[in-house]
C-alpha cells in the first residue's frame, strides 16, 4: 500500500491509472446518486472491458456498505493516489500474482469479517477478467518518486 499513497497518478502503468478513474467515477456516481454502472460503462466499454463492470460495482459496493470506515477516494482530477486508493490498489495487485492469503488479511482489516469472502471474490472475478481482456495488473507498482534536492 505504501508503495502507492501520495505518488502522482502518472507513476501507475496505463492499468493502474484505469483502475482510479474506475474507482474515482465510482465513488463520485455514488457521491452524485448516479448509478455507477452507467456512469462508468462507456469508460469500460471503451477498454474492452465492459464485462467486468458489474464485479467491478459488486466489489466497491460491498466495501462501501461493510467497510470498517467510508471508503474515500479522491476526486477524478487530483494528481495524487490517496490512502484508500492506495489499498485497492494493492489488493488488485496481489490479486493477479496470487497472493491470496495477503489480500484475505487486508480485506479483514477494511471490512467487517461476514464481507471478506464476498468482497474476495468479486475482485477475484474482475482481477480475473482484466487480466484475459490484456491488462497486466501484475506490473502494477508505481515508479519511484523523485527526491527533492
Not at 478513474?21 to 452507467?38: N, Q, T, Y
Not at 490517496?82 to 492469503?101: Q, T
Request: charged letters at 15%; aromatic letters at 6%; one cysteine or more.
Amino acid at each position: 500500500m505504501y508503495a502507492y499513497v501520495d505518488h502522482p497518478v502518472e507513476s501507475v502503468c496505463n492499468c493502474g491509472r484505469f483502475l482510479l478513474w474506475a474507482m474515482r467515477g465510482w465513488g463520485d456516481a455514488i457521491e452524485h446518486s448516479v448509478c455507477p454502472l452507467a456512469a462508468l460503462s462507456r469508460g469500460f466499454a471503451g477498454a474492452c472491458a465492459l464485462h467486468v463492470l458489474p464485479e467491478f460495482h459488486l466489489a466497491l459496493a460491498l466495501i462501501n456498505k461493510d467497510g470498517r470506515e467510508p471508503i474515500s477516494l479522491a476526486p477524478m482530477n487530483c494528481p495524487h493516489i490517496v490512502e484508500h486508493e492506495a489499498v485497492l490498489l494493492a489488493l488488485w495487485r496481489d490479486l493477479s500474482i496470487g497472493a491470496f492469503d495477503n489480500v484475505k488479511a487486508t480485506l479483514a482489516l477494511l471490512v467487517a469479517q461476514t464481507a471478506v469472502s464476498p468482497v474476495s471474490r468479486a475482485m477475484t472475478m474482475v482481477t480475473a477478467k482484466l487480466i484475459a481482456a490484456g491488462f497486466d495488473l501484475s506490473g502494477l507498482t508505481p515508479t519511484p518518486k523523485k527526491e527533492i534536492r
